[in-house]
Each structure stands twice: as C-alpha cells, then as structure tokens.
C-alpha cells in the first residue's frame, strides 16, 4: 500500500482565500506531481518535482504555486482562489518517473472555492 | 498535443458479464501505455503496455496494445460490483516523459 497523503482531503472556502494542499510520502520518493482533475475529465498535470529544490509547470496552466523543500513535502499553495480553482487536486509520487507507470496517488483533496 | 481518448464514457453491465474498454491515443513519441483504476480516491496502478500484441494479465483483468491501431483494451471477465471504478488510459511519451490522460470510462456492475 501506497504511503502518500494529502490533507485537507475536502475544503469549502471563499473567494480571495489564501489555501495550501499538503502533500507527504514516506517512501523517499523523489519525484512528486500535482494533478487537477474536474469530475468527468481527464487528470492534468499542473506542477511536477524530480527533487528537492526542483518545481516544474505541467502541461495546464495553473495559478497555483508549489515548493519542495523536503524530499518527503510537495505542497501546492493558491495566494487567493477563486471559484475556477474548484476543483479536485491529487498528489502522486515516483521512484523513477512517470514513465515506469508507478505513479502512486494520493486520496485528493476536493476544493470549492464559493 | 498528445491526446488519449477512452470509449465509451459509460457503461453499466450486470454482475458475470465480461466487458471491454477501449483507448485510443495520439502521442509525438510513443514510450508506453497506462491503465490505472480510480474508485472514490486515488487511481491505484493496472497495467504498464510497450510491446504490441503481449496480453498483459492480472486475475480476471487483461490488456493488450495494438501498436499499429494506436490503440489498447483493457477486458475484465466475470465481473464483480467491485469493479465498479472509472478506468483511466494514459500514454507516456519518451520525449518529455510526461504521462497524457484521457477521460476514463465510468464502469457501474449491477448486482
């Protein structure tokens, strides 16, 4: 079993909210990504990590900002949300990349922004 | 823009039926193909596909890429309520090593 988890794992806030996603894995992963998935769509990734003090934008444009300071930390972090960040936000982790296929997910976090 | 696309969107069967799911993808640089089974959280890992035409198999689920249709199914035989997930495909590409999904298909087993 996976040991990666993302807290808060559901978040009702207003508009002009500062948030921040956790993220942690105790597998000594070191590449993390950030997914952002609407309900029936496909998951896009929006930041990505291949280690410590490594961020990287993914393939969707996103407002979000993420940090890695610690190998086992990928926090995702939005200065003032809006209702267009609703959305479902999912964590993963690798050993060797996305390209092995084990990416090992995290439970989500489900955002709405009112 | 790689591009994966998952038939159908939906499908409801009951209990002991076999089904299958199909993926068809588009990708610059084709390194492998992903299916991944998501429930009410995370998508958990189900098959990893590079060669053509070698089944990959795991109980009553099975998968198998066709290189030359751009194209993969994934079959599950006997099913069970407990199958009932969304099923996600995904390419990977070689160039950027980025994984592109599609949609996924909504399987709901009828008692």
């Known amino acids: 079993e996976a040991d990666i988890y993302q807290t808060p794992r559901y978040l009702v806030i207003g508009t002009g909210k500062k948030i921040t996603l956790e993220c942690s894995q105790t597998m000594g992963h070191d590449k993390m990504y950030w997914y952002q998935q609407d309900p029936g769509m496909e998951l896009h990734l929006i930041h990505y990590s291949y280690g410590v003090n490594s961020t990287e934008k993914g393939d969707l444009s996103s407002e979000s900002t993420v940090s890695r300071i610690r190998t086992e930390h990928f926090p995702l972090t939005l200065e003032s949300a809006r209702p267009s960040h609703t959305s479902q936000y999912l964590c993963?982790?690798?050993?060797?990349?996305?390209?092995?296929?084990?990416?090992?997910f995290g439970e989500g976090s489900r955002l709405t922004v009112l | 823009e790689d591009k994966v696309v998952q038939s159908p969107l939906s499908l409801v069967v009951h209990e002991g039926d076999t089904v299958t799911l199909n993926c068809s993808y588009e990708v610059t640089n084709f390194r492998s193909l992903l299916w991944y089974k998501q429930e009410k959280k995370a998508p958990t890992f189900l098959f990893m596909l590079t060669s053509s035409g070698i089944e990959k198999k795991s109980g009553r689920l099975s998968s198998i890429l066709d290189k030359k249709e751009l194209s993969s199914i994934l079959n599950i035989t006997a099913t069970q309520t407990g199958d009932s997930a969304i099923y996600l495909c995904?390419?990977?590409?070689?160039?950027?090593?980025?994984?592109?999904f599609g949609t996924g298909t909504r399987l709901t087993i009828i008692p």
């Open positions: 993963a982790s690798s050993e060797y990349g996305q390209n092995t296929g084990e990416l090992f």
């Open positions: 995904a390419v990977v590409n070689f160039g950027n090593e980025k994984l592109t």
